[in-house]
């Protein structure tokens, strides 16, 4: 494709005008828009418009069965894109929105199939940004947006993440900085019972437990050719970069580098994810660290950065340890095991002499 994308700076807290304008304008004329939220970059279209929805998927290679998510600047928009809305989602939605919580409900009939998957369920939320609202108030419709990236790569998290991916096949690019949380939204279905969490993401399932005391969850990593999926982003093999990822998990912290380093042994070009504390440990070895920060609210907003430039820097291999399973390290446990596509290293204790 021969055009360009039209990039616009904008504010991210005060967004000009006139380019959020030219973004409606797109969007209402069936065109496609990348813009920031407080997740990742979103990949934008009408979610009444069959086509425009249609356009999403051809760009990012994204396979028919995996079902997009719908966005609104209002709750009052709910009865638009859903239908037997129960209370617990007008609860949740006054308790967490705007923010990066997903609720699957069943759909309303202006919905087409194909945003969907055939499903008779949608999946929705409202955005923490100003970037990504003040958007959906000039488009003056809902807009169906998944990540805007490649399907199956690394989640953008900037505007050079989506040029890369993405420049030509997207009419305009709303370029806010840096995305704040750096990890998708958390999926919780209410079609469920009990309720269900389909993929943790930036409201830790702990918080979502003090309105939901019930809430399940279980992970789900499915082969690509499932169909439908149940939510966007449960996939095996998701967020992934080029080269080979490896994860590995472990209590004791010899064991685990002991494990990592002879894995790096055998590697001629390997790379590293790894917290400020975890990098120390390596720090004698030549290869590329790409330092993740003191904690998990850190490691979200690097993760698909780093994944991204140690593929820039060609590297075959890339390691990192897993995170603790609480609060946001869910959510990064989750997006570290499908970028390595389920390749879990567990280094029990005792492991080394």
């Known amino acids: 494709m021969s055009k360009r994308t039209r990039v616009f700076r904008v504010d991210p807290k005060a967004p000009q005008p006139e380019a959020i304008a030219v973004a409606g304008r797109t969007i209402r004329a069936g065109g496609l828009v990348a813009f920031p939220t407080e997740t990742v970059y979103g990949l934008g279209a009408n ?42 989602a007008l609860e949740l939605s006054r308790r967490f929105w705007p923010g990066p919580l997903t609720l699957v409900l069943e759909k309303a009939e202006r919905i087409p199939a194909n945003l969907t998957a055939g499903l ?39 505007a050079r993440h989506v040029i890369d991916d993405l420049d030509g096949l997207v009419d305009v690019l709303l370029d806010g900085g840096l995305t704040p949380i750096g990890v998708e939204s958390t999926i919780l279905s209410l079609v469920d019972d009990p309720p269900r969490v389909l993929r943790p993401g930036g409201i830790p399932i702990e918080a979502l437990r003090e309105a939901l005391p ?25 967020y992934s970069p080029r080269a080979r990822v490896i994860l590995f998990a472990g209590a004791d912290d010899a064991e685990v580098y002991a494990a990592m380093r002879a894995e790096i042994a055998g590697h001629k070009r390997v790379g590293l994810l790894a917290s400020d504390a975890d990098a120390v440990e390596f720090a004698d070895l030549e290869i590329p660290i790409e330092r ?33 399973k609480t609060g946001l390290g869910l959510a990064l446990w989750d997006r570290l095991l499908r970028a390595a596509a389920g390749s879990l290293v567990e280094v029990p204790a005792g492991h080394t002499d």
């Open 47 to 88: 979610a009444f418009d069959d086509a425009a929805v249609a356009k999403i998927f051809a760009a990012k290679g994204r396979p028919a069965n995996d079902p997009l998510i719908v966005h609104i600047a209002r709750i009052d928009q709910l009865p638009q894109v859903a239908k037997g809305i129960p209370a617990q």
């Open 120 to 158: 008779d369920t949608v999946a929705l939320r409202m955005p923490n940004h100003a970037v990504a609202l003040a958007l959906l108030r000039s488009a003056n419709t809902p807009i169906a947006a998944p990540s805007a990236n490649q399907f199956s790569r690394p989640s953008p998290t900037s």
């Open 214 to 238: 019930d809430l399940h969850y279980e992970p789900a990593y499915l082969a690509d050719d499932v169909s439908p999926a149940p939510a966007p982003g449960n996939m095996l093999r998701h």
């Open 292 to 324: 993740l920060g003191a904690d998990a609210d850190a490691a979200a907003r690097r993760l698909f950065a780093a994944l991204r430039s140690l593929d820039q820097q060609g590297m075959d291999c890339i390691l990192a340890r897993a995170p603790a």
